[in-house]
């Protein structure tokens, strides 16, 4: 291939012409024509079909993926351009084996306890429970005694994308880490009295090798958020897109660019980039919803772009 780019490189410049085989891939756009790229924006959405599939006892052992890559014209499964949640549903005593071409996969577990197995590391999971796990080597989840429901999201649609593979896993920076619910509880707790806005307060979940990021990963980012019982998290933006697990909160609701997005206990619903969006509770228990955001890339990049709307 060397020689055959060589000789056309003499060849074109004994002609004069100048073109060869990497001339020819060139392309020019003016600058307004770039930034007219046709790209099919986030959709704001909700999934429910996805949870009540995850619920049916008839769906067996089985990933189910949030998946809206079409209506974003992406030619790859993906729940935003970056990010791709799932839901895993694994029978009792069964095993799910899950290997997504990733660098970071968060987990929250809905219902059931169980265990997961990767290279060396072993973690028992129960209702409540958040871990983390690197990418690029394969995740073995156990169920105990009766059926469990796992909520994933991975930054699997990022490599797909850029035709990349995860380091390997001593490499990476990210480490399996476990937060068990208790401790997420008591974290919550401590932030009574501490709400920012109005009434609504979060816990940024990191880990050791990130603690200075305040992140999980390089990429992606993780919080569990509360809002007290008829309270309202004011209108705000960031550049970032939010792909959250709503955990409770059945009266609440989102207003997202001025259209009202009514929650649903343990659906996913993604707030695209940019959006102005508000958080409302008219529950007398108040809400709690867990984000991932790809705001780690927008973390080291400066450009979170947070602000009040």
């Excluded at 059926?147 to 480490?175: A, H, M, Y």
């Amino acid at each position: 291939m060397v020689e055959v780019a060589e000789r056309q490189v003499r060849a074109a410049a004994k002609s004069g012409s100048g073109e060869t085989t990497y001339s020819q891939r060139a392309r020019y756009f003016d600058a307004g024509a770039f930034f007219k790229a046709d790209l099919s924006p986030i959709p704001a959405a909700g999934f429910v079909a996805e949870r009540d599939k995850a619920f049916d006892p008839g769906t067996g052992t089985k990933l189910i993926l949030v998946d809206q890559g079409k209506a974003m014209n992406i030619d790859f499964p993906a729940t935003t351009p970056l990010v791709l949640a799932a839901y895993a549903r694994i029978q009792a005593g069964d095993v799910l084996t899950y290997n997504p071409c990733a660098s970071t996969i968060f987990g929250f577990v809905i219902k059931g306890h169980g265990e997961l197995i990767q290279d060396k590391d072993r973690i028992c999971w129960s209702a409540g429970d958040i871990f983390c796990l690197p990418g690029g080597v394969p995740i073995s989840f156990l169920s105990g005694e009766e059926d469990s429901i796992l909520w994933l999201v991975s930054n699997e649609p990022q490599f797909t994308f850029e035709r990349c593979v995860p380091p390997e896993i001593g490499s990476s920076l990210v480490k399996a880490t476990h937060f068990p619910a208790d401790e997420i509880a008591g974290e919550l707790g401590k932030l009574a009295g501490r709400e920012y806005g109005e009434g609504g307060s979060a816990v940024i979940l990191s880990s050791e090798n990130l603690e200075r990021r305040r992140g999980l990963s390089p990429t992606l980012t993780l919080s569990m958020n509360q809002l007290r019982a008829g309270a309202t998290q004011p209108p705000h933006r960031h550049n970032s897109v939010a792909v959250s697990l709503i955990v409770n909160g059945p009266k609440c609701f989102s207003m997202v660019d001025g259209v009202k997005m009514d929650w649903s206990p343990w659906s996913t619903v993604v707030t695209p980039p940019g959006s102005v969006h508000s958080h409302h509770s008219e529950d007398e228990n108040g809400a709690h919803w867990l984000i991932v955001q790809d705001g780690g890339l927008y973390n080291h990049c400066r450009t979170m772009g947070f602000s009040p709307a």
